[in-house]
């Protein structure tokens, strides 16, 4: 598997000089499979230049395109995802219910012409609209499950194993919340052994505290998670829109400081870089 980065901000895009490392665009990667395609996480404002460049690639035929819930810093590059105006190309469209049908309305909703100058009834792709169901599914050569995670309407973390190799995608998602869905042992569970887990690390654990029950984790619950679990490697993810590159690096330090001595990799989430397990 190959996964790059296209967008790795928190909530709303911030582009500028003191954004350039680590990126500006909203939720969006991709994870290419061995001969067999590749996956979309989110629809953020980093799946433009993705989709930008997936139509250079001859033969566009099908993209596979999951999310992990409705809220608008995940879905808002959608309108401008390219391919979602060729025929010929079928955009299928994965999530769990209840984020499902979330999903669909608010896809719809943000192109109407109130909002949007092209209509969603408009798009010239056929897209469909596929529901995950709770246990293994099998999609592009990958084996897929989901889990719930704590965020205010719900949201859902993704494992995906392919050629021996796991991954686990946990954005949005706030550890030790007040009043879990998904409990930590639950979570532990689902990211054993994973070679790579990309987990939320939107906030310190200052600002945690202030923002209990908004759906996040803080960077030291990420590690904490990545290191009961036995993960291989970590990637902090969902910068928070107000913390610049400088401050990146420092939280990125403090992470590796509670991790030595040890095992665990520890990373942050660059926008335009690829992991290859």
């Known amino acids: 598997m190959l996964i790059k980065f296209w967008g790795t901000r928190g909530s709303i895009p911030v582009p500028g ?9 909203t939720s969006c990667l991709e994870v290419e499979l061995e001969n067999s395609g590749s996956l979309i996480l989110d629809a953020g404002t980093g799946i433009r230049k993705l989709g ?5 690639e001859k033969r566009l035929q099908t993209v596979d395109l999951l999310f992990t819930h409705s809220h608008w810093d995940h879905i808002q590059g959608f309108p401008f995802f390219m391919p979602i105006y060729h025929q010929g190309i079928k955009i299928r469209i994965y999530s769990p219910r209840p984020f499902l049908d979330y999903l669909q309305k608010m896809l719809v909703k943000q192109m109407e012409l109130g909002f949007f ?11 469909e609209f596929r529901e995950l169901k709770p246990g293994p599914a099998s999609i592009a050569d990958a084996e897929l499950s989901f889990l719930p995670c704590n965020h205010p309407g ?3 973390a993704y494992k995906i194993i392919h050629n021996g190799k796991l991954m686990v995608f946990m954005t949005d998602n706030e550890l030790s919340s007040p009043h879990p869905h998904t409990s930590w042992p639950e979570f532990t569970a689902f990211c054993r ?7 939320d690390a939107q906030y310190t654990s200052e600002e945690l505290e202030r923002n209990r029950t908004w759906g996040h984790s803080s960077h030291p619950e990420a590690v904490k998670l990545a290191r009961e679990a036995q993960v291989k490697h970590l990637v902090l993810f969902h910068h928070d829109p107000e913390r610049n590159d ?14 030595e001595p040890g095992p ?3 990373t942050a989430a660059q926008e ?3 992991i290859r397990l």
């Open 17 to 25: 000089s003191a954004t350039v490392k680590y990126g500006g665009n």
């Open 52 to 56: 930008n460049r997936l139509l250079k």
């Open 117 to 127: 100058p092209l209509d969603f009834k408009d798009l010239d792709a056929r897209l």
């Open 154 to 156: 719900g949201a859902a």
């Open 193 to 199: 052994g994973a070679d790579l887990l990309i987990h």
């Open 246 to 259: 400088e401050q990146i690096e420092k939280i990125l330090a403090e992470c590796r400081e509670i991790i």
């Open 264 to 266: 665990l990799i520890c």
């Open 272 to 274: 335009g870089v690829s």
